[in-house]
Structures are given as structure tokens and as C-alpha cells.
T-cell receptor
Framework: GENVEQHPSTLSVQEGDSAVIKCTYS??????FPWYKQELGKRPQLIID?????GEKKDQRIAVTLNKTAKHFSLHITETQPEDSAVYFC??????????FGKGTHLIIQP | SQTIHQWPATLVQPVGSPLSLECTVE??????LYWYRQAAGRGLQLLFY??????ISSEVPQNLSASRPQDRQFILSSKKLLLSDSGFYLC??????????FGPGTRLTVL
């Protein structure tokens, strides 16, 4: 089955700087990679996703890049703001049981 | 549009007591349904998934069970709760092995 590794586990950046979270996956047949944001005490919310026929996707201040050859994908957040503080999860297709999630990255935006 | 509900929102139960958590989805038919558990500050552990009525697959051995009596209803149960069952229980729905959308969750504390 799919194995998804996510780094770093904690990331602290100054407000206004950029943040990058990286994930690697094991199954070369995986073709869908979503990112979720979970604020404290709330449900994970889908923020952006990418499919394997695309190398990059942007939505305002967030972007995701995919390198199929190296089997890794990354989340980029530019001009970080306090409301970006949360735990971010990457995921890949895990087979019949759906998504396999990374262990999460706690993003801290320092004022 | 689709909506996913979970109840109760919070629950405090003594060790050894039974458990029943309910999840319902509106606005779609024949969804894939998932139960996850999230320990404090930890990642998402897939417990069960279902691709149809009466079809349940378990990801980890435990004292929990799941049932899907109706197309858009998913129930998580236990006959006797353990302290280690405490956590944030999230139900999710999805189409095929693609994007999953999470419910608001049930925070369970076993004392």
C-alpha cells in the first residue's frame, strides 16, 4: 500500500515569510494528492489538491508542486499570516481504502 | 450541496461503558464512508471504511466496530470502552478513492 512521509513535523516562520511543507510517497501509481488544514479543535479542511497530470497548481497564496519522478510533492504558502497557523496534512491515494495521510506539520506563524 | 453530520459533538464516558457514534451524509448517494481517530496532537488513524451498505473494512484490530445500516449512515460502536479509546473521532465521505470531506467530529473522553 501507499506510504506517505511528511516533513517537517513543526515549522515556525515569521509573519510575511514563506512556508514550505514536503511529502514523499511510495506508490508510483498514485495520481491524486490533497492537502488539508486543521485548526485547533476543528475538522481537517481540504485547501488544495493536485493530480498527477499537472506539475503545479496555485490558489492565491498557496501552491502545490508535484515531482512524479522523485515521488514528492510540496505545499507552498507565501506571505504567511497569523490565520495560517494550523496543522497541515498531506495525503496520497492508499488503494481501495482511500487516502493515506502524512503525520502532519504544525505550522506556527510568529508575529 | 453535500453535508456531513456527526453526533454527539462531545462525550464523556466511563471505562467499560458502551459507545455509539453516528455519522450521516446528505446530498449524495452511495458515498464511501470512513471513520478516523485522532489522538491529541497526533495524526489521522483510519479505523474503518465502507463502500456500500453492510460492507465494512477494518484497518486496525481494536475493540471498536462499525456498521452501515443505510446508504448515508455510518455508526461506530464499542461494547466496552477503554481509556485508550479517548480521542477525536472523525467521519468522512468521499467518491471512489478521491477527495474526502470530514464531518465536525466527536470528542470522546473515557474516564
Amino acid at each position: 500500500g501507499e506510504n506517505v512521509e511528511q516533513h517537517p513535523s513543526t515549522l515556525s516562520v515569521q509573519e510575511g515569510d514563506s512556508a514550505v511543507i514536503k511529502c514523499t510517497y511510495s506508490d508510483s501509481a498514485s495520481n491524486y494528492f490533497p492537502w488539508y488544514k486543521q485548526e485547533l479543535g476543528k475538522r481537517p479542511q481540504l485547501i488544495i489538491d493536485i493530480r498527477s497530470n499537472v506539475g503545479e497548481k496555485k490558489d492565491q497564496r498557496i501552491a502545490v508542486t508535484l515531482n512524479k519522478t522523485a515521488k514528492h510533492f510540496s505545499l507552498h504558502i507565501t506571505e504567511t499570516q497569523p490565520e495560517d497557523s494550523a496543522v497541515y496534512f498531506c495525503a496520497g491515494i492508499g488503494g481501495a481504502d482511500g487516502l493515506t495521510f502524512g503525520k502532519g506539520t504544525h505550522l506556527i506563524i510568529q508575529p | 450541496s453535500q453535508t456531513i453530520h456527526q453526533w454527539p459533538a462531545t462525550l464523556v464516558q466511563p471505562v467499560g461503558s458502551p459507545l455509539s457514534l453516528e455519522c450521516t451524509v446528505e446530498g449524495t448517494s452511495n458515498p464511501n464512508l470512513y471513520w478516523y481517530r485522532q489522538a491529541a496532537g497526533r495524526g489521522l488513524q483510519l479505523l474503518f471504511y465502507s463502500v456500500g451498505i453492510g460492507q465494512i473494512s477494518s484497518e486496525v484490530p481494536q475493540n471498536l466496530s462499525a456498521s452501515r445500516p443505510q446508504d448515508r449512515q455510518f455508526i461506530l460502536s464499542s461494547k466496552k470502552l477503554l481509556l485508550s479509546d479517548s480521542g477525536f473521532y472523525l467521519c468522512a465521505w468521499g467518491r471512489g478513492t478521491d477527495t474526502q470531506y470530514f464531518g465536525p467530529g466527536t470528542r470522546l473522553t473515557v474516564l
